[in-house]
């Protein structure tokens, strides 16, 4: 074999066909060879011995407010502390910066505003709003994975929700150019009718936050938003689902013939409806926390699900404060969490194989968004890897999470499993959970499905 730019070597490697001790070698930022003991001479070598190297997470689902409200994090700290995580690519949501990505012109300036700046890969999701129909076209061919849509009122004024009209047309947009819808899947005719009448009524805690954003709002928007794709032929998927008949009915769907996946999170796998009036403000999200026998109901459902993702959601800490839970900031701080959750909650404590875990947070995100070269060990594949000791510890405490504000439900927890070095296209990128090189993500773009 020629020399290669980089061998890491005598690791556990968890690659599509199984687990095995083995070196990888790269060239050109590319793996180019998976195999025991590699006889050949590298620029540089990296001692695995005794760690698992895992594909480097493919976060689907971030929110990292850039260009406008960078404040609230940015690419790069988001980026920093998706790193330190494990993770090498991460797919930015359309809605929190300003402008919003709904046009080929924001597309343009969150590149520009993530160029220099972010420490991992980076791929762009376009938005779906009343009114840009005629840009999805625009937004697709300049390399947007989907379009994401929400059934529920956004709290971002530049960002609206979309009508019944607005979904159903902009579906069928998305189908011609090939590229899927996303929905954020609750009713907004029973959650904002439940908030309010809470709110008239004085009852502004935990609790009745919860009890405003019922199974059920997640449920009918579901089935609506799966009814819709099917009869315009659009791929769908599902963000953040919280309970296992969302999931369910995502799987009749599928079974029928409709183009739908789903993703759940790791706050939804980890904690519920306890943990959220304990942790108060920095647990409030959008689906809300669940009971206990929904989160099994989840991890009972996994099979049907695609993917994990973190859909970190940052805030300025004092947006996460008050005494109205309706008024506090609902998005949790947690990219930064989710390849070690997976592996604390997934392997360690329910035995969640490992190449498993690879799947749910790697090949399963990359191949259903088109990114070629993502998400495996393999020939041909870029070099993304995380370098895992799964006999150590992580400690997430507001001194180690990246991310531009500790406001997080993660920090205090000790997970199972330690991320030791990350790698992008073959150069480290954390250790340590540190930064050790210069910025270097770039945009990366699905593979052309437009259809004819």
Not at 23 to 38: N, Q, T
Not at 123 to 151: H, I, Q, S, T, Y
Not at 327 to 341: D, N, P, R, S
Not at 379 to 392: H, I, M, Q, V
Request: glycine share 10%.
């Amino acid at each position: 074999m020629t020399d290669l730019d980089l061998i890491v070597r005598g690791g556990t490697v968890v690659a599509p066909d199984g687990v095995r001790r083995a070196d990888v070698g790269v060239a050109d930022g590319r793996i180019v060879a998976v195999a025991p003991e590699l006889d050949a001479a590298a620029a540089e070598e990296v001692d695995a011995r005794g760690l698992h190297v895992l594909p480097g997470a493919v976060d689907a689902h971030v929110h990292l407010n850039d260009p406008g409200r960078a404040d609230t994090e940015g690419f790069d700290t988001g980026t920093l502390a998706a790193a330190a995580g494990g993770t090498t690519t991460v797919v930015d949501m359309p809605l929190n910066a300003r402008p919003p990505t709904i046009d080929a012109r924001a597309f343009d300036a969150k590149v520009a505003a993530a160029r220099g700046r972010a420490h991992v890969d980076f791929a762009l999701w376009g938005g779906l709003v009343p009114g840009n129909a005629d840009r999805m076209e625009e937004l697709a061919a300049r390399g947007v994975v989907g379009f994401k849509a929400f059934m529920a009122d956004t709290a971002t004024p530049e960002f609206a929700m979309a009508d019944d009209l607005t979904l159903y047309e902009g579906m069928a947009v998305a189908a011609k150019v090939g590229r899927p819808v996303a929905v954020h899947a609750e009713s907004e005719a029973i959650t904002s009718a439940l908030a309010a009448r809470a709110r008239r009524e004085g009852r502004t805690g935990v609790r009745d936050y919860l009890a405003s954003r019922p199974a059920v709002a997640e449920v009918e928007a579901i089935a609506r938003a799966l009814l819709l794709a099917e009869e315009t032929g659009c791929a769908l998927h599902v963000v953040h689902v919280s309970t296992g008949r969302g999931v369910a009915l995502v799987a009749e769907a599928r079974a029928r013939g409709v183009d739908a996946t789903c993703e759940t999170c790791p706050h939804y796998l980890v904690f519920d409806e306890e943990d959220a009036e304990r942790l108060g403000a920095p647990a409030k999200c959008a689906p809300p926390l669940r009971p206990a026998d929904e989160r099994d109901a989840l991890w009972a459902a996994l099979d049907d699900i695609a993917f994990v993702a973190s859909d970190h959601s940052p805030s300025l800490p004092e947006t996460k404060q008050g005494e109205d839970f309706f008024a506090i900031w609902g998005g949790i701080i947690g990219c930064q969490a989710l390849l070690a959750v997976v592996l604390d909650a997934g392997h360690h404590e329910r035995g969640l194989a490992l190449e498993r875990v690879a799947a749910l947070t790697a090949s399963a995100p990359a191949a259903r968004f088109g990114l070629a070269g993502k998400g495996r060990i393999e020939p041909g594949a870029d070099a993304d890897l995380a370098l895992a000791d799964l006999g150590g510890e992580t400690v997430l405490t507001p001194e180690t999470l990246r991310h531009r504000h500790p406001h997080s439900p993660w920090a205090g927890r000790t997970l199972r499993g330690r991320i030791v070095r990350t790698l992008v296209r073959g150069t480290t990128v954390s250790a340590g959970g540190r930064a050790v090189a210069a910025p270097r993500g770039r945009l990366v773009t699905p593979t052309p499905t437009e259809k004819s």
